[in-house]
T-cell receptor, first 112, second 115 residues
Framework: GNSVTQMEGPVTLSEEAFLTINCTYT??????LFWYVQYPGEGLQLLLK?????DKGSNKGFEATYRKETTSFHLEKGSVQVSDSAVYFCALSPFDGNQFYFGTGTSLTVIP | GAVVSQHPSRVICKSGTSVKIECRSLDFQATTMFWYRQFPKQSLMLMAT?????????EQGVEKDKFLINHASLTLSTLTVTSAHPEDSSFYIC???????????FGSGTRLTVV
């Protein structure tokens, strides 16, 4: 079956610290992988995605690489800002479908 | 960009009452909308898929008589939690596929608390 396991939070970092949020998945076939972000009071927004193995998604200084050998899609950012405080969701979508399978979400708070 | 507006953002209701959650696509037509639910410390789980003008498709284990979904127009889908109980307290969020774009947009979610 399809599932996503995501690093539990909450995570609190100082500004300019390095961020890693771990995400691993199980899937049948060849899924697409996503990171969504939810800022307070807003909907989930697509942060980045990768559709095949070894692809790297990147946006707003965040990066994640689709690693088929380790079934992982870890989110990284070299220097976080206060404005990055949000909840981050890892997700996969099977090759054939509309459905998303989400992780539990990781709450990130960045303090000045 | 494509936006889905979801209301209310928070609602507290008494056991036995019904609550309606609305999702509106503001600048596009959504023929299909998805409803998700998240219990504390658990994943967002797909509850049902609603298609404009036809019956919703529910995921296994979701009671269709309890969670009524109506998708009567191309811009509005509603989820009604009927005869709510405390165990229905959860975070509900809708999503819509954006036409001509290989992507989805999400509402801001509704935090339901049943007391």
């Amino acid at each position: 079956g399809n599932s996503v396991t995501q690093m539990e939070g909450p995570v609190t970092l100082s500004e300019e610290a390095f961020l890693t949020i771990n995400c691993t998945y199980t899937a049948t076939g060849y899924p697409s992988l996503f990171w969504y972000v939810q800022y307070p009071g807003e909907g989930l927004q697509l942060l980045l995605k990768a559709t095949k193995a070894d692809d790297k998604g990147s946006n707003k200084g965040f990066e994640a690489t689709y690693r088929k050998e380790t079934t992982s899609f870890h989110l990284e950012k070299g220097s976080v800002q206060v404005s990055d405080s949000a909840v981050y969701f890892c997700a996969l979508s099977p090759f054939d479908g509309n459905q998303f399978y989400f992780g539990t979400g990781t709450s990130l708070t960045v303090i000045p | 960009g494509a936006v889905v507006s979801q209301h209310p953002s928070r609602v507290i209701c008494k056991s036995g009452t019904s609550v309606k959650i609305e999702c509106r696509s503001l600048d596009f037509q959504a023929t299909t909308m998805f409803w998700y639910r998240q219990f504390p410390k658990q994943s967002l789980m797909l509850m049902a898929t609603s298609n404009e003008g036809s019956k919703a498709t529910y995921e296994q284990g979701v009671e269709k008589d309890k969670f009524l979904i109506n998708h009567a127009s191309l811009t509005l889908s509603t989820l009604t939690v009927t005869s709510a109980h405390p165990e229905d307290s959860s975070f509900y969020i809708c999503s819509a596929r954006v036409p001509r774009v290989l992507g989805y947009t999400f509402g801001s979610g509704t935090r339901l608390t049943v007391v």
